[in-house]
């Protein structure tokens, strides 16, 4: 692959529009103009034009309808993300939400609105295409993607590829079930590839060039699956050809009849590893292999137009950051909780919680964003990634800047050194916002998050996941939490049933029930006993996890039904 | 929006109508006929023996009001002023639990 300088103009991180993509968006817009008149109209009916908004990523929920913005792959540039904070001060609340899929929502959004949003997001390449219905989803992405030390290889491009593969493809527009693809090009799962439709984990091929083990048939909801290891060595070349055939398969013989069975893990239980394997080999051998090729000029081409950070930092940066870290043990709390080693000397990445204690997961005002992207135009080439953990990162940040970073970050409620730890809590919308939903998500989180608000506490208790889900469509990924938390009903009252022992890294697992639901007012006080007693019987520093793993359950069951 | 668990009706009870505004979404209540509220308070209280003429009434008329998702809420018998039986119906009369100054009563407030 050669290596091709891109133009200045080029975003950092993320593919730069051309004026292809910039012409389709502007139709797309106009089109929905249009439907969203007939509605209002009354020469569409809600039945008729329900599908149509869903495909633009308008839903009606709770309180009003709920934009969902797709943000590929997780990557922002700082045009974009101030963009997102005049939509959320001039047509919302003044406040966004990051999602579990690397997405933005606004929650009070007006349908006579949408159109001119949608415009004004397509000024600054973004848009709303298939952030809901059954088809391809979203791609996730690594969050540390182009900066981890730990990388093998660099996903962005591919989730690209993939992005423009899947966005309105004829074939897998109207598939049994939505479908989520994650990438990362780490041996160190973050994306959770296991729990997904389709994962991938890219890697160099023996040849120097660049190969994915595929995982299939992983997903949360009513039944939680971990995937199945499909293949570990899928040329980059079949990538697209691969994909094509998996997805075909899962179109022809998925569910249509039982909505709950109609996602690819059921078909890939039905069908076991093997009879699935078989039957897309079997359609890949059939294809047009020319047709679906992903030649490397193609690859080199996408790349090109992907903006690149230029990389000199002092060669007393790391210094510098020792001694602003010894200057100050808050600061230097943070930057043990909040960054990631970098691959480059004299960087870091840093992770911006949006956890506050007894705060909401994932909510950003639009000041907040406005000095986010400030931030990242002055110390991070203007990229801004979104976390599935619902944070944000900035990916490349020299180490003699980051106090500057952070003292910004702390001045805007930004700087919660908690990542990685209690109070990093994963939480759905639940039923302040979700139509879906049986019970409050938030109070729960904003509750736990308060209780361990205290930096030390944090850290003596060290990592641990905590997800919560009001409701069993799993949103808040509670069957991959250390803790998870799923919100029932009973008789239109809130009851919080916990799991134990999930993760959703290299070493996934689904977490198991506990025991019986709890009521709202306990649930808190029931997780809180539990830390305790792990905190009680932990080994030397293992995490909550493997103390879970070692002793089983049945201390921890002691601990929370023992009063509750 | 119209669920499944707003089915659950007690036939002595009493309940409310709603729906959502279809411009701009908003929870709505039934006052009279063709006639909304974004306050609970105001709703109309309708016996539960009364209440499914009275949805398909206001079902029939939802687009020319300039509504979408008409249906019944069971209401507390023994409070002064319509509560809703669910949480999930009580958060959409009230507001989200998690933005106090989100609630309907204050919106009205600001844009007095």
């Keep these: 692959m050669p290596d091709t300088l891109p133009a200045p103009a080029l975003p950092i991180g993320h593919y730069g529009y051309d004026q292809v993509d910039r012409a389709f968006l502007a139709d797309r817009v106009e089109q929905f103009r249009d439907q969203v008149a007939r509605r209002i109209a009354g020469t569409l009916s809600e039945d008729e034009f329900k599908p149509l908004r869903l495909m633009n990523g308008l839903y009606l929920q709770l309180h009003a309808y709920m934009l969902r913005i797709a943000v590929p792959y997780g990557v922002l540039d700082s045009r974009q993300l101030r963009e997102l904070a005049h939509i959320a001060r001039t047509y919302d609340r003044d406040y966004g939400h990051f999602t579990t899929r690397q997405n933005l929502q606004f929650n009070w959004i007006r349908l006579e609105d949408t159109p001119d949003i949608l415009a004004r997001l397509a000024d600054v390449d973004m848009h709303a295409i298939q952030t809901s219905g059954n088809c391809i989803r979203n791609v996730t992405c690594d969050q540390f993607a182009g900066a981890a030390q730990d990388e093998l290889v660099d996903p962005r491009v591919h989730a690209e590829i993939l992005r423009q593969w899947s966005t309105l493809h004829p074939e897998f527009t109207f598939l049994p079930r939505k479908f989520k693809i994650a990438i990362s090009g780490s041996p160190n799962d973050r994306v959770a590839a296991r729990f997904h439709d389709i994962g991938l984990v890219a890697k160099p091929a023996p040849d120097g060039g660049t190969q994915f083990d595929v995982f299939v048939g992983g997903g949360m909801g009513r039944t939680p699956i971990v995937g199945v290891h499909l293949r570990d060595d899928l040329p980059e070349e079949d990538l697209l050809a691969y994909l094509e055939a998996m997805v075909r398969v899962y179109n022809e013989y998925g569910r249509r009849d039982n909505i709950y069975k109609a996602r690819i893990k059921i078909l890939v239980q039905a069908l076991g590893t093997e009879g699935y394997r078989q039957k897309v080999d079997a359609e890949f051998a059939a294809m047009n292999r020319a047709r679906y090729r992903l030649p490397p000029e193609t690859v080199a081409a996408i790349r090109a137009r992907f903006g690149t950070p230029d990389l000199h930092a002092p060669d007393d940066a790391a210094a510098q950051l020792d001694r602003a870290r010894r200057a100050d043990p808050v600061f230097d709390r943070w930057v043990r909780t909040n960054t990631h080693p970098h691959r480059a000397p004299g960087y870091i990445s840093a992770v911006i919680s949006l956890k506050p204690a007894g705060g909401i997961p994932g909510d950003a005002t639009s000041a907040q964003m406005d000095l986010v992207a400030d931030l990242a135009d002055r110390h991070a080439f203007g990229e801004i990634r979104v976390t599935h953990m619902q944070n944000l990162v900035l990916g490349h940040v020299r180490q003699d800047e980051l106090h500057v970073v952070w003292q910004a970050l702390r001045g805007a409620g930004l700087a919660s050194a908690n990542i990685g730890l209690i109070g990093d809590i994963i939480a759905c919308p639940g039923l302040d916002y979700c139509a879906l939903a049986n019970a409050r998500s938030i109070p729960i989180a904003q509750k736990l998050g308060a209780r361990f608000a205290s930096p030390e506490l944090q850290e003596t208790i060290g990592p641990i996941e905590i997800k919560i889900s009001g409701c069993i469509n799993a949103c808040g990924h509670h069957h991959a939490g250390h803790i998870g938390i799923l919100g029932v009903d009973k008789k239109g009252e809130e009851y919080f049933q916990l799991t134990l022992g999930g993760s959703p890294g290299s070493d996934a697992s689904v977490g198991q029930i506990l025991g019986p639901a709890l009521p709202e007012d306990a649930t808190v006080d029931a997780i809180a006993r539990l830390v305790d007693a792990y905190l009680v019987h932990r080994a030397g520093g293992e995490r909550f996890l493997d103390t879970y793993r070692r002793l089983g359950a049945a201390l921890f069951k002691d601990a929370v039904y023992a009063t509750a | ?112």
């Design chain 2, 1 to 112: 929006m119209s669920d499944v668990r707003n089915n659950r009706r007690e036939a002595g009870g009493s309940s409310v109508i709603t729906a959502n505004r279809l411009l701009d979404g908003r929870i709505v209540w039934q006052v009279g006929e063709a006639a909304w509220s974004t306050l609970i308070d105001d709703a109309r209280i309708i016996p539960n023996t009364q209440i499914e003429a009275a949805i398909a009434q206001a079902t029939a008329r939802q687009q020319e009001d300039g509504l979408v998702g008409v249906y019944g809420v069971q209401i507390e018998s023994d409070d002064a002023t319509p509560t809703p039986v669910t949480v999930r119906e009580r958060i959409r009369a009230f507001g989200p639990t998690v933005h106090p100054d989100f609630t309907p009563a204050a919106e009205l407030e600001a844009h007095a």
